[in-house]
């Protein structure tokens, strides 16, 4: 009897225990007002899946499209699919959107078991990884059926859409890095300029001065920049920094780290300087509300922001061009592309689909432009439909110098290591050379892992 | 005869046992196909030098020998047992006084009961965000409050040590009310004579909590203990979200490791051996833990 009572329980802990194993990974992750794929309003993102809502008329081909955006990014993606699939003919699109936080992992699931979707949106960044392991199809022979001419793309994009020559992607957007001012609060500290925007001086002394006659101008509880102190941001304003040093992640083949740097402890240090002279004082959770709620009067934040801007009443604001530390312009940029995972059970039909659906999409980012993205396409830049939107094309320019991760393997992960060690660094637990030191080491680690 | 009669009992208990294996089937179905083989392919993928989407190569036990030497694995194991060593009794007598208060049966307890269970129906996302928004610096309820008192800003969210204050306050208050609700039901199984008795011998209260109330609800404490240390061991969410696993790694536990290796840098055979390293020291540290509490029964 006593044998048969421990049994039951050594039976009833190793199915509790073994829950552990089953719901180990369950946690969500809040949308931070930083993250580019989407919009930072929503705290909850439920997992929204929207199919698009105009009839499926027969002989139309049927593909799928899979986004990581949610919020107002989100609807604006399916107002555009909506509008291709009232105009094609011979395709249907059904759009489902994922949490952004999770969607890589579905993609990769998906790819690995047959049942990804016809078409995905990546960021260009990560293209090179998946070219790597096979998981993506190569787009130039397709490219050729619905005549695109790359060269239609801005220079940054048609370089980052490819990996050994080889077309892979087709770029919806550059988004960056932006600065965005309070107009009232800077008309008040008379830096406002006649056609209604604020010019940061070029240089790095130049920006100190500028901001700290800001700082000792306000009053107490207001802060001259706000900007979330952990996750995205402050890898932003890093690589723009970095690169705006002269500097950069890796050598030219992606296999040496190049962080235990000058230019990287430089741009750790300017940092610390913006830090410690409280120009951007530590620890913020979250840039935009403090930004929004008039406790500060400028904002690091990305293109991303400013239909939350937009939509903030009461808040008179300007977006502009982040600034230049140095004569080297640059600044930290990505780009939503679409590419077509691998799947064995995708016919031609499907693939011809696509293509009229991607290249549909890139000559119509006007409308993707609403999201405050800069489009792909010159043309698109120069058309009225974009000039006519607010703000965009005060920063639009920016596109030229942008910078991305170079083309390696592995950025997931040095987004990761580069969120922690520059979010242990702002609050005050470690050194500038112990944080370049640290991310030498790690990246050093991860390029290793996948150059073995 | 009486191989006749054995037979009738050997049918009977054939049926007895058709009908309880028909009861068990869809269960089971569900625990072998979801719950067991997953397990078994996680072991069998931990063997294995494998990317999630690249390829894959036999690799002996090289991941298990990797990860004793990963300090970072150490680093999240040791943070997620310095997290079970402080949320679980916090947790489980916290719960019981509240569920002693709610029996006293005094005016309004039901509302107070609704109230302290309501947390835990939110979801871990609504959760973190109500409390990074009490605790994040400059605008921060805390940070108000405190600064009327005449402290300064503390940056719970980003000061070691205090983070994972702030992070228990958050776990407490969430969870609570499910132990709480546990205890609750433990101590109405509890028949009043045993009470009237023992004040009929002139016990006074503090005999009757250590005597009676205590020792009766010995089952209800150990399921609250085994339950909330498995919880407990899978911290994950609350400090990914209120602290991004920092300051550095300072409050990353082994499921963000696991999570961090498996999804962000794709390592999918190292993230299964680490799951099943976690595996072996939930395992051992409920079985030692029955064996103790267990062991006073008798």
Redesign the interface.
């Known amino acids: 009897m006593r044998k048969k009572g421990l049994w039951k329980?050594?039976t009833a802990?190793?199915l509790?225990?073994?829950?552990?194993?089953?719901?180990?990974?369950?946690?969500?992750?809040?949308t931070p007002a930083e993250t580019p794929a989407e919009t930072p309003a929503t705290?909850?993102g439920e997992t929204a899946s929207e199919g698009s809502e105009a009839p499926a008329s027969e002989g139309k081909t049927k593909i799928t499209f899979w986004s990581p955006f949610s919020g107002g990014d989100g609807d604006i993606m399916t107002a555009m699919v909506d509008e291709f699939n009232a105009q094609s003919e011979t395709t249907e699109v059904e759009f489902m959107i994922f949490k952004s936080e999770e969607y890589?992992?579905k993609l990769?699931?998906a790819?690995?078991s047959d049942s990804a979707p016809t078409l995905a949106i990546s960021h260009a960044t990560r293209i090179k990884e998946?070219v790597t392991?096979g998981?993506l199809e190569p787009l130039d022979e397709l490219a050729t059926t619905t005549n695109v001419d790359w060269t239609e793309f801005t220079e940054t994009l048609q370089q980052v859409s490819q990996v050994d020559g080889t077309h892979y992607c087709m770029p919806l957007d550059t988004h960056l890095l932006l600065m965005h001012f309070n107009v009232d609060d800077f008309e008040k500290l008379g830096l406002l300029e006649a056609d209604g925007t604020v010019q940061v001086p070029r240089g790095e002394e130049e920006f100190f001065k500028f901001f700290e006659g800001i700082r000792d101008q306000l009053d107490a509880g207001r802060?001259p920049l706000s900007g979330t102190?952990?996750?995205g941001l402050p890898m932003y304003l890093w690589y723009t920094l970095l690169t705006q040093y002269g500097g950069d992640v890796c050598d030219a083949d992606g296999t040496t780290a190049t962080l235990d740097t000058e230019e990287n402890k430089k741009a750790l240090s300017v940092i610390m300087r913006m830090v410690d002279e409280e120009i951007w004082?530590?620890?913020?959770?979250?840039g935009a509300?403090?930004f929004t709620?008039n406790?500060a009067v400028a904002t690091i934040n990305g293109d991303w922001a400013v239909p939350t801007f937009e939509g903030t009443d009461g808040l008179n604001f300007v977006s502009m061009p982040f600034p230049q530390f140095t004569d080297k312009d640059s600044v930290y940029a990505d780009s939503h592309t679409m590419v077509l995972p691998v799947n064995k059970n995708k016919t031609d039909a499907e693939r011809a689909s696509a293509m009229e659906f991607m290249t549909w999409m890139t000559n119509h980012t006007e409308m993707w432009a609403q999201a405050g993205h800069i489009p792909s396409k010159t043309a698109v830049i120069e058309s009225d439909a974009f000039k006519n939107l607010p703000y965009r094309s005060l920063y639009a320019e920016s596109a030229k110098y942008a910078k991305t991760y170079p083309q390696i393997c592995?950025v997931?992960?040095l987004?990761?290591m580069s969120?922690?060690?520059l979010?242990?660094m702002i609050?005050g637990?470690?050194d500038v050379d112990t944080t370049a030191a640290n991310m030498q080491k790690e990246f050093q680690e991860?390029l290793d892992?996948y150059n073995k | 005869m009486q191989m006749a009669m054995g037979k009738e009992k050997r049918q009977r208990a054939i049926k007895k046992n058709l009908v309880a294996w028909c009861f068990l089937l869809p269960f089971l179905y569900f625990f072998v196909n979801f719950l067991l083989y997953p397990i078994l392919k996680g072991i069998h993928l931990s063997l294995y030098d494998s990317t999630l989407g690249g390829s894959q190569s036999f690799a002996r036990l090289s991941n298990y020998i990797a990860m004793f030497q990963d300090k970072n694995f150490w680093n999240s194991m040791f943070n997620t047992l310095f997290f079970v060593v402080i949320s679980t009794p916090t947790i489980v007598l916290v719960g019981f006084i509240f569920a002693m208060f709610i029996n006293s049966k005094l005016k309004g307890t039901i509302f107070i009961r609704a109230c302290l269970f309501s947390p835990y129906v939110l979801s871990m996302s609504v959760v973190t965000g109500l409390w990074i928004f009490i605790f994040q610096p400059y605008t921060g309820l805390v940070t108000q409050m405190t600064a009327k008192l005449g402290v300064g800003e503390m940056y719970w969210l980003n000061t070691k040590w205090l983070v994972w204050l702030a992070i228990l306050i958050t776990t407490v208050w969430w969870t609570v009310g499910f132990n709480m609700v546990l205890f609750l039901a433990g101590l109405q199984d509890i028949p009043d004579e045993i009470y009237e008795a023992a004040r009929i011998d002139g016990a006074n209260s503090r005999q009757i909590l250590f005597r009676i109330t205590i020792p009766m609800l010995k089952d209800t404490i150990t399921l609250v203990i085994l339950l909330q240390t498995i919880a407990s061991f899978k911290l994950f969410g609350q400090t990914y979200l209120m602290a991004g696993g920092g300051p550095g790694t300072h409050t990353k536990t082994i499921v963000h490791y696991i999570y961090e290796t498996g999804f962000t840098n794709r390592k999918m055979g190292y993230a299964a051996a680490l799951s099943f390293a976690f595996f072996v020291v939930v395992f051992l540290v409920t079985l030692l833990q029955n064996k103790l509490l267990g062991s006073k029964e008798e």
């Open positions: 329980k050594l802990l190793g509790a225990a073994s829950m552990v194993l089953a719901m180990g990974a369950c946690g969500k992750k809040e705290s909850e890589y992992t990769l699931a790819i690995t998946y392991d998981l802060m102190s952990m996750n004082p530590k620890n913020q959770k979250n509300e403090l709620g406790i592995g997931a992960g987004t990761e969120y922690r060690e979010a242990a609050a637990e470690q991860i892992s």
